[in-house]
Structures are given as structure tokens and as C-alpha cells.
């Protein structure tokens, strides 16, 4: 069982930046594929970015491409989210999630794929 916690959202005008947090519990944290998701108000969950057990492939979705870093320290069981030159249509809840993998390299872009989900952290960016 993973437990994974959220942190670091809030609200930032266009431009700025915010790094959101996710720290698990319970696991050999190196072990587990890690994403990034976001819902906004009345759309469904999409894709952000996602990173492997090793931390050697990444994976991005077009929207975020030259904003947004996935990055994780196996050591401190964290995986973070560097969010730059925002948009107001970043605006959403941003989730973390996991999934056990014998392949520390793998990668997974789709939210069927993952197992465990965090509560999720608003993120508000204002025009």
C-alpha cells in the first residue's frame, strides 16, 4: 500500500512559477512509476508528465512542453513538479500517482495505468 500526499500548490499570476510536491509513504519508492495528472472545473483528468523508478526517462504532455520538469529524489520519497511561465489555463487540481513496476524505466502516460493517487493540490493561476 502507497500513500501519497500532495503539496505546494496555491494561487500565482501568469508567468510565475510554483513547484508542487509528492511524498509517499509505505514503499521502496524507487520501485514505483510516478505521474502527474491535472483536472480542471467540468474537463476530465489529463496528463502532465511522468518519470520512471530510476528517474532517467521522462515523459511530457505538448501542453506543458518547455514549462513544466518532473523530477524525484528515490532517497527523500518525493516526486515534484517544477511549474514555470503559467497560464490561467493551468488552473486545476494537480494529482501524483504511482504504480508498482519490476522496470525502473518504464514509464506510463495514461491514468488507467496508475494504482495509487494522491488527494490532489489546487493550482490557481490568475490573468
Known amino acids: 500500500q502507497v500513500q501519497l500526499v500532495e503539496s505546494g500548490g496555491g494561487l500565482v499570476q501568469t508567468g510565475g512559477s510554483l513547484r508542487v510536491s509528492c511524498a509517499a509513504s509505505?514503499?521502496?519508492?524507487?520501485?514505483?512509476?510516478m505521474g502527474w495528472f491535472r483536472q480542471a472545473p467540468g474537463k476530465e483528468r489529463e496528463f502532465v508528465q511522468a518519470?520512471?523508478?530510476?528517474?532517467?526517462?521522462?515523459r511530457y504532455a505538448d501542453s506543458v512542453k518547455g514549462r513544466f520538469t518532473i523530477s524525484r529524489d528515490n532517497a527523500k520519497n518525493a516526486v515534484y513538479l517544477q511549474m514555470n511561465s503559467l497560464k490561467p489555463e493551468d488552473t486545476a487540481v494537480y494529482y501524483c500517482?504511482?504504480?508498482?513496476?519490476?522496470?525502473?524505466?518504464?514509464?506510463?502516460?495514461?491514468?488507467?495505468?496508475?494504482?495509487?493517487w494522491g488527494q490532489g493540490t489546487q493550482v490557481t493561476v490568475s490573468s
Open positions: 509505505g514503499t521502496t519508492f524507487s520501485s514505483y512509476a
Open positions: 500517482a504511482a504504480r508498482f513496476t519490476s522496470n525502473i524505466y518504464i514509464i506510463y502516460a495514461r491514468a488507467a495505468d496508475y494504482t495509487y
Open positions: 518519470i520512471s523508478g530510476s528517474g532517467d526517462n521522462t
